[in-house]
């Protein structure tokens, strides 16, 4: 027994240089998903104070804001498997490539938003508001939804821009810049949100625009500081000296981070269209739903900061170890990542139990039973974290080895097969109420850890992939 005990904690226990190096990724990356998670919980209790309607309209145009969101991080996510190992070889030239290649993902993708949110996105919101309740209610849902989405649009090539390079950044190892940046934006946003919001220091009241406006304006302030630090010292990010001369990279990377690719940008959009269809089944419980659930993810995004960083330091970590030839490395420090995000998961879903009668009570223009429902759903939230953990890292380390259909099939794949299924039998065939359909679909994802842990185990994910790319 003391044997296997001593076999288990070299195998998920690293040593003192190990954690030195997780931490020193991952301080920044959660100080920064902290913050910005933090002022968006006090967005939201911003718009909480206007009321149900408001909060809901912004809800329902950030569910569809994620999706482009999500397909921005799809987008960019197989350019960035080679730019962690090309940094890992030393190799500048293709760490380059792989930013221009991030740059005309990025104008594609934009344009695909732009029409479809202008063109569409009257009908899209309608999706989230089929559940029982108020006719009027509804159509207020909808206006403020509407007037948020014209508006936040604006800030969409400042986002996508500013994850160029972001990702890229740390791809390096770089994420106190990134960090820097993103706090300067948050405290834009919240700064921006109590004047614009409720008209302070002589300034409108604009209530939902106003949420929108302070939105936009923090994006262009933090892909200002992103861009110009990083020109500014070239010397330290050489990637970036010539990137633009011309956007021009070689035909077989192209083809090799196309082909890659091309798997993680569907598998985020169909993910992304997932949750939104997830929101949109529980919203058919009733139109208090959607508020209850927009207080309770802007309330558990603060807790899942710190689990959540860990894909941030398995992409980095383990990226580099594969590119640099160093697979024993790789395979022994992936289980020590997964161990350390689920012990961090536990902890935090034990905080999030603890606070969570409390939190919901400070959204003051929200009502009673709003309230009570976020409670009970950020409960049920705080018993499945450390699956999500498992999961989240599973998912990057197969990531970080090139093995995008397993991770296609893995991440969005499930999504539709069971989760989207699940949902729609509790809500749809077994007419439960939103907490069994949502605790059904969320301890399903037993299975997804259980598959991850195999696919993990195999080892198929361990590949030097840059020098198939030169």
């Known amino acids: 027994m003391e044997r ?23 301080i920044p990356v959660i100080i920064q998903n902290s913050i910005s998670n933090f002022v968006n919980f006090l967005d939201n209790l911003m718009v909480g104070e206007l009321g149900n309607e408001q909060m809901s309209g912004v809800s329902i145009a950030n569910q569809l804001v994620f999706v482009f969101n999500l397909a921005v991080f799809g987008g960019l996510a197989g350019p960035g498997i080679f730019g962690a190992q090309f940094y890992g070889a030393g190799d500048t030239e293709g ?15 934009l344009a695909a938003a732009a029409g479809a949110f202008l063109g569409f996105g009257r009908e ?51 994420t106190r810049l990134p960090m820097a940046a993103s706090l300067a934006a948050v405290i834009t946003n919240g700064v921006l ?121 398995v ?25 350390f995000a689920v012990a961090m998961a536990v902890g935090m879903g034990l905080l999030l139990m603890l606070f969570a009668p409390l939190i919901p009570q400070a959204y003051g223009g929200v009502t009673r039973e709003v309230k009570d429902a976020a409670v009970i759903l950020l409960r049920l939230t705080a018993c499945f974290m450390p699956l999500f953990a498992f999961a989240h890292c599973t998912y990057f380390t197969l990531r970080s080895g090139g093995k995008t259909i397993i991770t296609f ?27 069994a359909a949502y605790a059904v679909v969320e301890a399903a994802n037993v299975i997804k850890c259980t598959v991850g842990y195999f696919f993990v185990r195999s080892g198929r994910w361990v590949q030097n992939l840059t020098h198939s790319a030169e």
């Open 315 to 339: 992409a980095v970590m383990i990226g580099q170890a594969l590119g640099a030839g160093k697979f024993e490395k790789a395979k022994g420090d992936v289980w020590r990542l997964i161990a």
């Open 4 to 26: 296997m005990w001593t076999r288990a904690r070299r195998a998920l226990i690293g040593d003192k240089d190990f954690y030195r190096a997780v931490l020193a990724i991952i």
């Open 193 to 313: 949100n109590f004047l614009l919001i409720f008209g302070k220091l002589g300034l409108p009241r604009l209530e939902v625009t106003g949420a929108a406006i302070a939105t936009v304006v923090s994006r262009y302030v933090e892909l200002a500081i992103v861009m110009i630090y990083t020109h500014r010292h070239s010397l330290r990010f050489p990637f970036i000296r010539g990137a633009y001369r011309t956007l021009r990279v070689p035909g077989a990377l192209l083809k090799k981070v196309a082909k890659m690719g091309a798997p993680l940008l569907i598998n985020e959009v169909l993910w992304s269209v997932g949750m939104s269809t997830l929101t949109a089944v529980y919203s058919l419980c009733g139109l208090d739903v959607v508020p209850a659930l927009s207080v309770s993810s802007s309330v558990s995004n603060l807790f899942n900061s710190v689990y959540m960083s860990m894909g941030t330091a």
């Open 95 to 109: 760490l380059r490539s792989t930013f221009r290649i991030k740059i005309l993902e990025s104008i594609l993708l």
């Open 124 to 174: 899209l919101i309608s999706l989230f508001l089929q559940g029982d309740g108020d006719p009027e209610k509804a159509k207020m849902m909808l206006d403020f939804s509407q007037d948020y989405l014209t508006v936040i649009l604006l800030g969409l090539p400042a986002f996508a821009l500013t994850q160029c390079y972001a990702g890229t950044l740390r791809e390096t190892g770089e």
């Open 409 to 435: 099939l893995f991440d969005s794949g499930y999504t539709w097969a069971v989760s989207v299924p699940l949902a729609l039998l509790m809500v749809r065939v077994l007419k439960t109420d939103v907490y």
